[in-house]
């Protein structure tokens, strides 16, 4: 098992940044993927960016050229620098941990972190 605590959330102007970033409770070396979804109110969760084991990214097209995922597997950190934000982009993120054994994959979620994205 693994616990992820996000941090870094808040409230921003359109056109600002904001990181996150999601400390591991155990080494991140081994773990298939890393992610941040985002759900904002009265829609479903969806993927904002991933990076895997072998650090290969993943972005949805609605943040390609505004978000950046990084992962540090020295602290067993995944952060999301965030620029560029509009008020589309409010929404509570959770960061993600998916993890292989065998035939089976497990998920883990943090707690989330709200990010307001206001004038």
């Known amino acids: 098992q693994v616990q992820l605590v996000e941090s870094g959330g808040g409230l921003v102007q359109p056109g600002g940044s904001l990181r996150l970033s999601c400390a591991a409770s155990r080494s991140i070396f081994s773990i298939y993927a890393m992610g941040w979804y985002r759900q904002a109110p009265g829609k479903e969760r969806e993927l904002v960016a991933a990076?895997?084991?072998?650090?290969?990214?993943n972005y949805a097209d609605f943040v390609k050229g505004r978000f950046t995922i990084s992962r540090d597997i020295t602290r067993n950190t995944v952060d999301l620098q965030m620029n560029s934000l509009k008020s589309e982009d409010t929404a509570v993120y959770y960061c993600n941990a998916q993890q292989v054994v065998g035939a089976a994959a497990y998920d883990y979620w943090g707690q989330g972190t709200q990010v307001t994205v206001s004038s």
């Open positions: 990076i895997t084991s072998g650090a290969r990214t």
